[in-house]
């Protein structure tokens, strides 16, 4: 007997699909980019970022584990294989591309089959959302996984302000947090303002957690519009336009801090 899948595995499912078909079609647009100029700098640098975001997404459907074999495949695509069938490094970008569609389709199909929670288990591990664990404040740890989820969505429905206001939001709280988890006292030890961290602007927040080294440098690739994201719309919005690089620059700095304070990750 089939079971019915339970409602949140489906909508998560769903939002995996959704990023996915994404992820292939930005690829895809890549692939045709290099079958046109496949030496051209810009286009490789894409390629990186849009490597990266892939990375992302396979180690959350692995669940984490380097043996999984979404995983294994998806290092593999980045090797080259020698006459006598050993593995080395230097795949052309282009290649690459074209194995990470293979990976990204393969990932799709997989979850597309899945009609029931024990095969999801059995076959794809998916994980259940823990990202947030290293965060201090109990009550905040569900409603970040909810706006984590939403700033992805934001980000491959082409909604880039939202998606960048959300995952700076995201990066303020949680850099917040580990802030008053380390106490006004010590900082102020360290050079901080000795005004309340609640009325420190989101820049002295970051500058201070760098300082005193809850942070590393990542923060430095920030556009200077998600900088200003609580300034520069008087109220939930921006008024300059945000571009997609500012939306994916700005969730990939948020991937990079929650390593920081999470190094177990």
Known sequence: MTLPMDENLRTQI???LTH???????????????????????????????????????????????????ARSFSEAFLMRSAGGNAVEGAAPSEIVQRLLGVLD???ATLSQMDDAALVSASFQA?????????HNLELRPVLERAYADSRRALEQGEYSQAMLTSCGILEAIVTDALEYTGLSSLVESGAPAEKISDWSFETRLTVAEKVGLIRSG????PAIARAYRDDG???????E??????????????????DLDPGR
Not at 39 to 51: F, L, V, Y
Not at 219 to 222: E, F, K
Request: charge should be positive; hydrophobic fraction near 40%.
């Open 106 to 108: 393969q990932a799709a």
């Open 14 to 16: 769903e939002t995996y």
């Open 242 to 259: 945000v571009t997609e690089r500012d939306a994916r620059t700005a969730s990939q700095v948020l991937h990079v801090i929650m390593r």
């Open 234 to 240: 008087g109220g939930g919005g921006v008024k300059t």
């Open 219 to 222: 923060c430095a690739r920030l």
């Open 20 to 70: 996915l078909g994404g992820l292939i079609r930005r690829g895809r647009e890549l692939r045709d980019a290099f079958a046109t100029n496949p030496a051209d700098p810009a286009i490789i640098s894409t390629a990186r970022r849009w490597q990266e975001d892939c990375g992302v997404t396979i180690n959350q459907l692995s669940g984490g584990s380097k043996a999984h074999w979404l």
């Open 127 to 135: 994980p259940a959302p823990h990202r947030f664990d290293f965060v």
